[in-house]
């Protein structure tokens, strides 16, 4: 089982990215997927969360801005970043709660990261 996360890239402040992860892999089960951040010389930071059911959370600074979603089909987890800051600038991280076709526990998985980079 591995998450892939996509979509980084350079972004003008007030613009608009959207990243993505695939989870792959004997999957049987996907719980809570995530998005974490880490800027240069910052501790990683919950950004958004959604549970299996699409209730969704939302670190503060991020609110009314981003916006995650999932495609439980898919295994796939988005987050839709509107109005974005320079201070968004960090490498986004996925994560997700996954029970393998031949377990009886949940585990979890990170993404690789991707960079985000919010400049004029």
């Known amino acids: 089982v591995q998450l892939q996360a996509s979509g980084g890239g350079l972004v003008q402040p007030g613009g608009s990215l959207r990243v993505s992860c695939a989870a792959s892999?004997?999957?049987?089960?996907?719980?809570?997927m995530r998005w974490y951040r880490q800027a240069p010389g910052k501790q990683r930071e919950l950004v958004a969360a959604?549970?299996?059911?699409?209730?969704?959370s939302y670190v503060d600074s991020v609110k009314g801005r981003f916006t995650i979603s999932r495609d439980n089909a898919k295994n796939m987890i988005y987050l839709q970043m509107d109005s974005l800051k320079p201070e968004d600038t960090a490498v986004y991280y996925c994560?997700?709660?996954?029970?393998?076709?031949?377990?009886?526990?949940?585990?979890?998985?990170w993404g690789q990261g991707t960079n985000v980079t919010v400049s004029s």
């Open positions: 994560y997700a709660d996954i029970l393998r076709s031949a377990s009886l526990r949940f585990r979890t998985y």
């Open positions: 892999g004997s999957i049987r089960s996907i719980n809570d």
């Open positions: 959604i549970t299996r059911g699409g209730s969704t």
